[in-house]
């Protein structure tokens, strides 16, 4: 196992730079999620990790050796492809060995450490297929075994399981960290989906244009966003931002709405942040809110309103019996909301 560290790294193609003084910092045997929308550079941060793309400038260190100019094979780590990137005509054991077998690993070695990664993967009854006879799952798993029998310093995982289907996809993240919980191997996985990085990360690193927004644990970005993007990225349902203005009884927002602010704050526009789950049924003392759509999911309630011409997103753990028309009434928690300065979409301190 070992370290990365990633030193003021910037990428350009050509004349498009597509990273900018990128620094990250993973420790031994962490689990590092590279989290952002498609093209925000987190799929080539982590070819450059392995080798696959040449660095423009900066440096990556993987333990104390610095690999800018080390070829992928001699870097010690294992990459996970989105498409498994399978050998069709191999079977499930050829696959994971392939890499033992170019290294002229000893046959008894071979087979021990195949098994071994079967073992662990459930994969053992599979061995004697080829990869059209598995599942995407199983597909999958094979790719995973194909870096564990490496035993290498460090995993690669880039979008595995974007093409499975939703309910695979939750039980193959509990596969992936409950590997890494195992082995113990420092992981960078790259993903768009902030539900994965949310469930499966030690440590994210949320990305945006190709700079690093915000580094911390799932719950720091949560609880935490440092700026707008975090805030609008992080969290399914996302955040209400709502523009508006400071004012000396709440916030004012552009269609009317006053929102409660846990202190005074000095006037100016700015945005208002509150997470749908923070906001409250408030029968009695409420503010009146209009129901545009309900939406049962069993455990919780979603349910948009507007208050005046302000749309809002409310998550309820109680069951909600308006339809669209009703008027309900609700309340911020002023103690869970943020603000954010409007010129530079950092989160300004309120609490």
């Known amino acids: 196992m070992a370290s990365v560290d990633i030193c003021d790294v910037t990428k350009a ?4 730079q597509v990273l900018h003084g990128v620094n990250v910092t993973i420790a031994d045997g962490e689990f590092v ?39 992928p094979k001699e870097r010690d780590i294992a990459m996970v492809f989105q498409n498994y990137a399978l050998y069709p005509h191999m079977t499930v054991f050829d696959n994971m060995a392939f890499s033992l077998t170019l290294a002229r ?28 006879q598995l599942s995407g799952g199983q597909r999958q ?22 093409n499975l289907d939703a309910k695979l996809r939750v039980q193959m993240r509990a596969e992936i960290k409950d590997l ?17 990085a949310m469930t499966m990360a030690d440590k994210i690193v949320a ?13 720091e970005l949560y609880d935490r966003p440092a700026n707008l993007f975090v805030a609008s990225f992080i969290g399914s349902p996302a ?40 906001i409250r049924l408030r029968p009695d003392d409420g503010i009146p809110a209009k129901v545009h759509l309900v939406e049962p999911t069993g455990s919780e309630t979603q349910v948009s309103v507007r208050i005046g011409e302000t749309p809002l997103v409310c998550t309820f753990r109680e069951r909600v019996n308006a339809r669209p028309g009703d008027v309900i009434r609700i309340a911020p928690e002023p103690t869970l909301a943020h603000v954010f300065d409007v010129a530079s979409g950092n989160r300004m301190s309120i609490n």
């Open 13 to 16: 193609f050509g004349s498009v």
């Open 180 to 196: 890494h919980q195992r082995l113990k191997v420092t992981t960078v996985y790259v993903t768009h989906d902030q539900i994965e």
């Open 239 to 278: 955040m209400n931002l709502l523009k508006g203005e400071i004012a000396d009884d709440g916030f004012r927002t552009e269609g009317g709405a006053l929102l409660p602010l846990p202190r005074a704050l000095q006037q100016r526009p700015a945005v208002y942040g509150i997470r749908p789950e923070y």
């Open 105 to 132: 690993t000893p046959a008894a070695t071979i087979r021990a450490e195949v098994n071994r990664a079967a073992a662990i993967l459930g994969l053992g009854h599979l061995l004697d297929r080829y990869p059209r």
């Open 141 to 162: 798993r094979v790719a995973m075994g194909r870096a564990i029998v490496r035993n290498p310093q460090v995993f690669l995982f880039d979008e595995p399981l974007s």
């Open 33 to 71: 999620v590279l989290v952002g929308p498609s093209g925000c550079g987190k799929s080539t941060l982590l070819r450059m990790i392995a080798g696959l793309e040449n660095i423009t400038s900066g440096e990556i260190r993987i333990g104390p050796r610095v690999v800018n100019n080390v070829a």
């Open 207 to 219: 990305m945006s244009d190709g700079n690093v927004e915000q580094i911390g644990s799932p719950l």
